[in-house]
């Protein structure tokens, strides 16, 4: 499978590996200081757990959402659905401003009449990360993920 030997991918399951080490180097002290006679070593430690337990839960978050969006940009593969971002482009080879807003525009548009579709929000997802808003385009992604996994439960 290619996505094995993306760098990406490989990125991510080593930032994986590096925080699960982290979260065990914490949580080993956490129980230190809860095995510890004081009282407020043992509230200390009772805090230090709550760390690793969120930083769980973000990983598995993001592992998620990042499983969904390449399933979903392999389904968009095949149907030739992939957003391509054709205009002015900058020196940099970012899209200039005006090109970005036009993608946008015609992306909004669709998500709007669609508002169901995890395509037009992928789309969307794409468009708000062409004019370099990545907060909007990881929430419209997050849709579009949401909106993925439940056409995908309707369908089973």
């Known amino acids: 499978m290619r996505l094995f ?3 990406a ?3 991510a399951v080593a930032m994986t590996v590096l925080l ?3 979260f065990a180097f914490v949580a080993q002290y956490a129980v230190a200081f809860v095995m510890a006679d004081a009282w407020a070593a043992k509230v200390l430690g009772l805090a230090l757990l709550v760390l690793p337990a969120i930083g769980l839960w973000y990983v598995v978050v993001e592992w998620r959402l990042g499983t969904t969006v390449q399933r979903m940009a392999t ?3 095949a149907e030739g659905g992939l957003p391509m971002h054709d205009g002015e482009r ?4 970012r899209l200039t ?3 970005a807003e036009a993608i946008f525009a015609v992306a909004r548009l669709e998500a709007e009449h669609s508002p169901d579709d995890w395509r037009a929000w992928f789309r969307v997802a794409w468009a708000y990360d062409a004019n370099r808003d990545r907060s909007m385009a990881r929430k419209s992604l997050r849709h579009a993920a949401d909106l993925f996994r439940a056409e995908r439960r309707a369908s089973v």
């Open 20 to 22: 699960a080490m982290y």
């Open 97 to 99: 401003e005006d090109a």
């Open 75 to 77: 389904v968009l593969e």
């Open 5 to 7: 030997r993306q760098p």
């Open 9 to 11: 991918f490989l990125a």
């Open 90 to 93: 900058l020196p940099n080879g």
